[in-house]
């Protein structure tokens, strides 16, 4: 998979991009990664990309003009003539909110391209006629694009085939399953006078397998009920379930 990234920033990246898993899957050559320095596609000395926006108001608005040329640069086409496979995302609080669904759906993709807004914002004719989509990481205000980039890569290249060891981790996760992930201890089985649950050291896998899914969902339960209301939840969890909200009550 290819993933590029366009941005007036581009030192911002190197050193996460040599860190954890997003290194793993670049070592293992399932993710190339490339950063687009916008400002080399500037034509004024000052190679600017920004501008005040007509109609007046505070801030500046990035320019339509260098973002084309980088996006030009790629050989992405325009979201019609796109090639197959191809996605081009701009960072905004108008798009749509980063999930594990949406972070598996890119992983798909052969080449995924992010556009890092900065500023008050960005032309709307780049939404209007040059990417796919706008996508936002949550109802914050970041300075700009480029840790929202970050959190893209490292959530696509994880899923990636061959990049962690072991998948059934991956499954395992937070939002992967559709409910928050169990609780995990590792030795001491006990410090300071505090123990870990009897039952993971038992050595009986299915009372394990079966406390773990119910502390999945008593986390979920408590912490995130909402995500409840859109999983597909099996017959044994529906019992374990009630018999938490029971215990609740």
């Known amino acids: 998979m290819r993933i590029s990234i366009v941005t007036i920033f581009p030192d911002f990246?190197?050193?996460a991009l040599e860190e954890g898993m997003i290194r793993a899957a670049r070592e293992k050559q399932k993710l190339e990664v490339?950063?687009?320095?916008l400002r080399?596609?500037?034509d004024d000395s000052h190679r600017t990309t920004d501008d005040y926006p007509f109609g007046g108001g505070a801030g500046m608005v990035m320019k339509v003009e260098p973002v084309d040329r980088a996006l030009d640069s790629l050989a992405v086409g325009t979201p019609r003539a796109r090639p197959p496979g191809t996605r081009v995302v701009l960072f905004s609080p108008q798009g749509r909110r980063l999930t594990q669904e949406?972070?598996?759906?890119?992983s798909g993709l052969a080449h995924l391209v992010l556009v890092c807004g900065r500023y008050k914002g960005v032309?709307?004719?780049v939404s209007e006629h040059l990417i796919d989509e706008e996508l936002s990481l949550g109802d914050f205000v970041l300075s700009g694009g480029e840790p929202?980039?970050?959190c893209v890569v490292d959530a696509v290249a994880r899923l990636l085939p061959g990049v962690v060891s072991s998948f059934d981790s991956v499954e395992g996760d937070s939002f992967h399953s559709g409910v928050l992930d169990t609780p995990y201890y590792t030795r001491p089985?006990?410090?300071r006078g505090w123990k870990i649950p009897e039952v993971l050291l038992s050595g009986h896998h299915a009372e394990i397998a079966r406390w773990r899914r119910r502390e999945a969902l008593r986390?979920?339960?408590e912490r995130r009920p909402e995500l409840l209301e859109r999983v597909e939840l099996s017959p044994e969890d529906q019992k374990l379930l009630r018999e938490l909200q029971r215990g609740r009550r």
Do not use: K
Request: hydrophobic share 55%; proline share 4%; glycine share 0%.
């Open 189 to 191: 089985a006990e410090y």
């Open 219 to 221: 986390r979920t339960l």
């Open 40 to 42: 080399e596609f500037t």
């Open 34 to 37: 490339a950063v687009i320095a």
């Open 123 to 125: 032309d709307e004719r």
């Open 102 to 106: 949406v972070a598996i759906e890119y």
């Open 148 to 150: 929202a980039a970050l």
């Open 13 to 15: 990246f190197p050193a």
